[in-house]
């Protein structure tokens, strides 16, 4: 290979290191990023995980193991079979009901109501409970209401449930996995580059003596 042909080559494969560098990098930084993206997706399984909702737990033995229906309006003011037959107060004291009675009952007037339509949706309902503007009340032995600590009750589980539990997990491992597959992806695509940059790396060498023997012949020539 003479002189002009082994520099050509030369500057040929010095493009190609470049180029392939310039990939292991791009490659490695994808990593990186996908490797903050993982821990992204921990930290909202995390705080998925620490959403506490309210259950209704008849047996007061409810735990993230237990399948249990969300607290509503319906089930704590009902009065059908698995209902708690108990009144929900605003902090001014009055009724909460999504109609007013008719007739109203002796005694009442509207005043002693206040009507919200939205209370039959469980995170309405939860959200007015935990931020204390509404407030569960039973009937007790004395004849009169009285309220209902949440934290207190029973027949409340705060935590997570069962079904909430279970589509977070499924939702973290296959977003984890799908990940995982790109980050292997990637592993096995910079093990190639990296194969081929020190081909090139032996051919770069290779291709450098032959150019000083070239170098070296010359001079002798003029020498």
């Excluded at 409810?62 to 607290?71: E, H, K, M, V």
Aim: charged share 25%; aromatic share 10%.
């Amino acid at each position: 290979m003479g002189m002009s042909a082994s520099q050509a080559r030369y500057l040929c494969l010095t493009a190609r290191k470049n180029n392939v560098e310039f990939q292991i990098q791009q490659l490695t930084q994808q990593k990186l990023m996908l490797a903050n993206q993982i821990d992204t997706e921990a930290n909202l399984w995390s705080d998925g995980m620490n959403i506490q909702h309210l259950y209704y737990d008849p047996n007061g033995s409810g735990s993230a193991t237990t399948d249990l229906p969300r607290l509503s309006y319906q089930i704590v003011t009902g009065n059908e079979e698995g209902q708690l037959g108990m009144k929900v107060r605003d902090s001014y004291g009055r009724e909460v009901v999504t109609e007013l009675p008719d007739p109203l009952p002796e005694g009442k007037t509207v005043a002693d109501y206040v009507v919200e339509p939205y209370a039959t949706q469980a995170d309405y309902f939860e959200n007015n409970l935990k931020t204390g503007n509404w407030f569960i009340q039973q009937y007790t032995q004395e004849g009169n209401w009285a309220d209902v600590s949440i934290a207190g009750s029973s027949f409340i589980y705060q935590g997570v449930d069962e079904g909430d539990y279970k589509i977070a997990n499924a939702e973290y491992d296959a977003t984890v996995e799908k990940l995982e597959r790109i980050d292997k992806k990637f592993d096995t695509q910079i093990q190639q580059l990296s194969t081929e940059q020190k081909a090139i790396e032996t051919e770069m060498d290779s291709v450098k003596k032959v150019i000083d023997k070239n170098i070296e012949e010359t001079f002798k020539t003029f020498g």
